[in-house]
T-cell receptor, first 114, second 117 residues
């Protein structure tokens, strides 16, 4: 266990479904991130939250909607996804929003859109 | 613009061989940080090392060593006497330390290392 927990580990959803990914950290970190890892592509930063405020949104389609209710929890709400959205979604946290402290990653949610 | 290149997509070695994973980066900042992460089959990225741009000393940690050379913008990672448990995807990453207040790691495409018994 890294201290960052992601649920579920695997998710299969239809294109018309609505689902949510959950990330929880108990490291006392105050910045959290969503990354997308597709096959044969670099990890893509999706969203950054610092002190529960979204500070970056990297041109992510609106069918992905993040939520950070407190510094320990981060959600990624999904709706009307496309098959190309199938990927490993990784959550990370860091102490301070400056990444020179390094990230701690969760194990990811393997999402398959059918 | 920031960029990290890991030219080796896949490497296969036999146990006990030494192996070097290459990483070349691009940045305009004079202050930056370099990282290596390991991603085993379980999926999570495990932090291995962080280096800042002002510290060019090479580092050794057990069977792992890192060679940081600013002159060639490289931050290579060597595993000595590789073991089957070293099989994983390894990512090199870059952060510009003097940029925005938001954390942002730029990753290379990763190198898949397979160590055969």
């Amino acid at each position: 266990e890294t201290g960052v927990t992601q649920t579920p580990r695997h998710l299969v959803m239809g294109m018309t479904n609505k689902k949510s990914l959950k990330c929880e950290q108990h490291l006392g970190h105050n910045a959290m991130y969503w990354y997308k890892q597709s096959a044969k592509k670099p990890l893509e930063l999706m969203f950054v939250y610092s002190l529960e405020e979204r500070v970056e949104n990297n041109s992510v389609p609106s069918r992905f909607s993040p939520e950070c209710p407190n510094s320990s929890h981060l959600f990624l709400h999904l709706h009307t996804l496309q098959p190309e959205d199938s990927a490993l979604y990784l959550c990370a946290s860091s102490q301070g929003s400056r990444v020179n402290y390094g990230y701690t990653f969760g194990s990811g949610t393997r999402l398959t859109v059918v | 613009a920031q960029k990290v290149t890991q030219a080796q997509t896949e490497i296969s070695v036999v146990e006990k061989e030494d192996v070097t994973l290459d990483c070349v980066y691009e940045t305009r900042d004079t202050t930056y940080y370099l990282f290596w992460y390991k991603q085993p089959p379980s999926g999570e990225l495990v932090f291995l090392i962080r280096r800042n741009s002002f510290d060019e000393q090479n580092e050794i940690s057990g069977r792992y060593s890192w060679n940081f050379q600013k002159s060639t913008s490289s931050f290579n990672f060597t595993i000595t006497a590789s073991q089957v448990v070293d099989s994983a995807v390894y990512f090199c990453a870059l952060s510009e330390g003097s940029s925005s207040n938001t954390g942002k790691l730029i990753f290379g495409q990763g190198t898949t290392l397979q160590v055969k018994p």
